[in-house]
């Protein structure tokens, strides 16, 4: 596997026209558009009949993050206003999952609409009336970092949880291309029908089109479904700016899997395992390489489990099996007595990249020159042209609330 640093982002971009560009969803989420792909052949159906282009046996594995009220409004005494998007948790917490659980008070890295006119220390607040609840919250801007502002924020009623305070008193994240403001509908729409475990501000979008009637025809085909944790981070819609990858920064997100669903994946390592989502795809990916770390020997502790953005491509020469490396992980949980994986990943997926675990992905239409774009290009190659000129020619709807493709790459004939 080349390294992919030197990869120029200006061949990985198209023209997307704006009336392409989906601004609500369907009435019907599976009566989204379909494109499916295989070894150069395009044909088109509907979600709803997504089983009949699976074969039994696979495995799907569905992101179950949940996307937070992460947008905060305040208005300033002098009545600006001062936007505060909540990124993720302060790194003092272990998980994202803590954070959100935090009474009383919590610190949070943000990007601010707005900053320059929010001085350090000083205390914005804002009071509403939930559900028959008074609710105070303040923010206070404590520092000014890298590429975000870390923000303390303290509320009352204190046993609050954060996440009650962001649900009661915060807005969807809608991505900056849907040029709108969050509406009721989106509270539910812009959420997967499975979504559990809340921690993301941006949805996992393949999963969108997914619902009750559909997951009951997967289950009559004998098709399994299992469940991964990645909360989905603004920088999923960070375009890369230089122009090649080297001195792009990877987001890095928060994974949580259980030991089982690691099981199941071993277990069906001679099925298709078909991730939904470019987010499931790099949580599966994710945990190949900490499992071939632990095979190495680069692992002892659990103080030492991430992926770094470029360690895929460093260690790619010693060629683990993914048998061996999942069963090493399940090994190193069993030894230090944790029922589930909870790290954080930079995992970056660029051409010359060679899927470990999956065979095909379910995914939306990525923007032009993004990360995403690079890893949908990864798997099918410069077909990936093909795709999106086929989708953009026959009238497909792009981004998060847009139509979406089967890809596959590397099916096993059952």
């Known amino acids: 596997m080349s390294d992919p640093k030197n990869l120029s ?3 990985y971009s198209y023209h997307l026209p704006e009336d ?7 009435a019907e989420r599976d009566a989204s558009k379909l494109l499916i792909y295989e070894a150069g052949r395009i044909t088109e159906d509907i979600y709803r009949n997504l089983s009949d282009h699976l074969t039994a046996k696979s495995l799907l ?4 993050t949940k996307v937070i009220q992460a947008r905060l409004f305040f208005q300033k005494a002098t009545g600006g206003v001062i936007e505060v998007f909540c990124l993720e948790p302060h790194e003092q917490y272990s998980d994202v999952a803590s954070a959100m659980s935090q009474r009383n008070k919590v610190l949070w890295q943000c990007l601010i609409g707005g900053a320059s006119k929010w001085k350090h220390g000083q205390v914005l607040e804002k009071k509403i009336k939930s559900s028959g609840k008074q609710i105070s919250l303040g923010a206070r801007f404590i520092a000014k970092e890298a590429d975000c502002f870390v923000i303390e924020f303290s509320w009352n009623p204190a046993e609050l949880t954060f996440a009650e305070i ?3 008193t915060g807005a969807i994240p809608l991505p900056p291309y849907i040029k709108r403001k969050a509406e009721q509908l989106d509270e539910t729409r812009y959420q997967t029908v499975y979504a559990h475990y809340e921690g993301s501000v941006a949805a996992p979008t393949a999963g969108l089109h997914f619902t009750d009637s559909l997951f009951k025809k997967i289950q009559a085909k004998n098709i399994q479904t299992d469940l991964v944790t990645l909360h989905v981070g603004a920088g999923t819609f960070k375009p890369v700016k230089t122009e090649t990858l080297e001195m792009h920064e990877m987001h890095g ?12 994946i071993l277990l069906n390592l001679s ?20 499992g071939a770390k632990i095979h190495l020997g680069l692992i002892s502790n659990e103080k030492q489990i991430s992926i770094d953005q470029w360690e895929a491509y460093d260690l790619e020469h010693h060629h683990v099996a993914p048998f061996d490396a999942l069963q ?10 944790l029922e589930r994986v909870m790290m954080r990943t930079q995992i970056l997926i660029a051409p010359s990249y060679k899927a470990k675990i999956a065979n095909a992905l379910i995914t939306n239409f990525h923007q032009p020159q993004s990360t995403l774009l690079l890893l949908v290009a990864a798997l099918i190659g410069e077909d990936w042209q093909k795709v999106y000129a086929y989708a953009l020619h026959n009238h497909f709807r792009f981004l998060s609330y847009g139509d979406g493709c089967l890809l596959w790459f590397n099916r096993v004939r059952a």
């Open 9 to 11: 982002i200006k061949n």
């Open 20 to 26: 392409c560009i989906a601004k609500y969803p369907l």
């Open 61 to 64: 594995l569905f992101n179950d």
């Open 166 to 168: 962001l649900h009661f």
């Open 253 to 264: 997100e928060f994974i949580n899997v259980s030991k089982a669903t690691i099981k199941n």
């Open 271 to 290: 099925q298709n395992i078909i991730p939904v989502g470019t987010t499931s795809l790099r949580a599966v990916e994710s945990l190949y390489w900490l």
């Open 328 to 337: 090493k992980l399940i090994d190193f949980l069993a030894n230090k007595n």
